[in-house]
């Protein structure tokens, strides 16, 4: 019994003595790929580390590796997915921090603002000051930019200014750049979705007059009255049948055509005045930044 005892205690050390190399061949390999800038094969090879390390910071490496391998080759979305497979109960406040601004950086340069806008709120109420805490702290004020939320993106911009190592005169003029550039004097003038289907409903077209679609108006007008005329048409020559059919269908069609195009429109009217000033401000934010000698 004792002779089985050390042989089992012998053969558990010389075999995780095996995995231990293994698994530093997994990683050396992987970190070889990266640094020659193979990140296919690099992501291939960390997935494989993840799988195989049998420590949850080696795991957790890897799944920063392999996202950061996926951003180098553009595919956003997939470094995401790579990210977010990260438990959040497995890491403290730090890296829980890195993970939640890698994710909304992703998210970000995929276009997915909103979502973006999700992790860098929760970086938000960590107690911590840590350099991914103040980079989430700009990306934040980045995606309520694109989100066109200029009020919370200026205190957002704000917060950062005041969390950077400047001295107290830079800080004042950075400041001052930000509450200038959001003064409301500077801001897009946005349509408001609701208004825009409120004054349609009342008046046939007067919401596309409103957001400054005219010629989709007059269309819409014309169409409207067309299906009225044919509606009119029909009651006059006795076809009452086809004038409670065809025409109230047509006058329906069109009157809540009318209403439900600004669904898309104004959303897309919105970014197109939005565009100008939301990349104005990114560039010369960032130019005030590398200015001062942060993010160069």
Not at 73 to 101: E, G, H, P, T
Not at 161 to 185: C, I, M, P
Not at 195 to 215: C, D, E, Q, T
């Amino acid at each position: 019994m004792k002779i089985n005892i050390t042989y089992w205690l012998v053969l558990s050390c010389l075999s995780a003595s095996f995995l231990t190399r293994a698994q530093n061949r997994l990683v050396q390999e992987a970190d070889s790929l990266f640094a020659s800038g193979n990140f296919v094969l690099a992501a291939t090879a960390y997935e494989r580390v993840y799988f195989f390390s049998s420590d949850n910071a080696g795991r957790i490496r890897a799944l920063f590796q392999r996202a950061e391998s996926q951003k180098h080759l553009r595919n956003f979305y997939d470094a995401y997915k790579s990210l977010v497979r990260i438990q959040s109960f497995d890491v403290d406040d730090s890296m829980r921090c890195a993970a939640n601004y890698q994710l909304a950086v992703n998210l970000y340069l995929a276009n997915f603002f909103a979502d973006a806008e999700r992790f860098c709120a929760k970086n938000s109420s960590l107690p911590i000051n840590t350099p991914e805490y103040r980079s989430s702290l700009l990306l934040h004020g980045l995606t309520l930019n694109e989100l066109n939320r200029y009020a919370f993106a200026r205190l957002k911009f704000n917060e950062f200014v005041a969390s950077s190592a400047l001295n107290g005169q830079q800080k004042d003029s950075l400041t001052r750049f930000v509450d200038q550039y959001y003064a409301a004097k500077h801001l897009p003038a946005l349509k408001s979705l609701k208004k825009a289907r409120r004054l349609s409903k009342v008046i046939p077209g007067a919401g596309l007059f409103y957001i400054g679609k005219s010629g989709k108006a007059f269309v819409n007008i014309g169409l409207q009255l067309l299906a009225v005329g044919y509606t009119g048409a029909n009651i006059y020559f006795g076809n009452y049948f086809s004038a409670a059919t065809a025409g109230w269908f047509l006058v329906r069609a069109f009157y809540t055509g009318g209403v439900n195009q600004l669904n898309d429109l104004v959303p897309l009217v919105n970014n197109q005045r939005a565009r100008g000033f939301n990349d104005g401000f990114r560039t010369a934010f960032q130019s005030q930044l590398q200015h001062y000698g942060i993010f160069n």
